[in-house]
């Protein structure tokens, strides 16, 4: 995907970067962590399938209604309205 990249920066964190812009932020904490999402003011289509990339291991999806961001949790359908450097509990499951 045109101007994106991922990596594991030296505090352990790993970054999903689009352009200059951290777009999605894994913090692994022991079985748990944290996901922070910011589209740095471009909700565009672009970024959005680049923050869903960087999601596919995750249940948590970016969605878009009638112009609006929300995030979907896909296992239990709950959706919350988007909000730049919102942070979202994970489990990974390995």
Partial sequence: MRGYTC???TDGKTKHVLYATKIVE???LGPSGSIQLNNGGWQ???TKK???H???STPWRVIQKKGQWYVKHLESDAVLGYVNN???QWHPKD
Wanted: glycine residues 0%.
């Fill in 7 to 9: 990596f594991v920066d």
């Fill in 86 to 88: 919102m942070i979202l």
């Fill in 54 to 56: 960087a999601l596919i």
């Fill in 44 to 46: 565009t289509m672009h």
């Fill in 26 to 28: 894994f913090n692994r």
């Fill in 50 to 52: 680049c923050m869903n």
